[in-house]
T-cell receptor, first 113, second 112 residues
Framework: AQSVTQLGSHVSVSEGALVLLRCNYS??????LFWYVQYPNQGLQLLLK??????LVKGINGFEAEFKKSETSFHLTKPSAHMSDAAEYFC???????????FGAGTILRVKS | NAGVTQTPKFRILKIGQSMTLQCAQD?????MYWYRQDPGMGLKLIYY???????DKGEVPNGYNVSRSTTEDFPLRLELAAPSQTSVYFC???????????FGQGTRLTVV
């Protein structure tokens, strides 16, 4: 069964600094991987996804993530944080042969001015 | 362009009461999911469905029931509400495995 571990329940960065949110997965086969963002009192919105092909995936709002099979990782990055990036971020994994979409515990990103 | 619609948005229940959380999607998606979100715990899968008439348990199904009589609707039933079911509930749908899930705005449920 697949699982997701997000390292760091809270991450704080200064405005303009690099954002790095970590995600490691466990899956018996190469999975599909997703990053979602949740703003307060709202549902989840897709940032980006990896299914097949290019391992560096670009998403909305300047975010990108790289699938590294050897490290079983799918870390989310953004070169320069903006105040509007403050939110909770979730990594999710799906087994290509399964039906379940499994989420990590989430990382709350705080951006300091 | 409604997407995934959940009703109600807020609800307070007394212990032992029952209720149904409604979820409807207009994207003709086969897959539908119910999650609960608790602080620091992420989203836990309660039940999911891969098509009308087909449902299966997720990670935390106890105390809940679902049905899927149509492609569009996937209601979640709480039969005997307990304080441990106080949570935010999200419904989601997707087309197939390699596509993203679309989420509703959530239902905030408090059991007192």
């Amino acid at each position: 069964a697949q699982s997701v571990t997000q390292l760091g329940s809270h991450v704080s960065v200064s405005e303009g600094a690099l954002v790095l949110l970590r995600c490691n997965y466990s899956s018996s086969v190469p999975p599909y991987l997703f990053w979602y963002v949740q703003y307060p009192n709202q549902g989840l919105q897709l940032l980006l996804k990896y299914t097949t092909g290019a391992t560096l995936v670009k998403g909305i709002n300047g975010f990108e993530a790289e699938f590294k099979k050897s490290e079983t990782s799918f870390h989310l990055t953004k070169p320069s944080a903006h105040m509007s990036d403050a939110a909770e971020y979730f990594c999710a994994v799906r087994d290509p042969y399964g039906n379940k979409l499994v989420f990590g515990a989430g990382t709350i990103l705080r951006v300091k001015s | 362009n409604a997407g995934v619609t959940q009703t109600p948005k807020f609800r307070i229940l007394k212990i032992g009461q029952s209720m149904t959380l409604q979820c409807a999607q207009d994207m003709n998606h086969n897959y539908m999911y119910w999650y609960r979100q608790d602080p620091g715990m992420g989203l836990k899968l309660i039940y999911y469905s891969v098509g009308a008439g087909i449902t299966d348990k997720g990670e935390v199904p106890n105390g809940y029931n679902v049905s899927r009589s149509t492609t569009e609707d996937f209601p979640l039933r709480l039969e005997l509400a307990a304080p441990s079911q106080t949570s935010v509930y999200f419904c989601a749908s997707s087309n197939k495995g390699n596509t993203e899930a679309f989420f509703g705005q959530g239902t905030r449920l408090t059991v007192v």
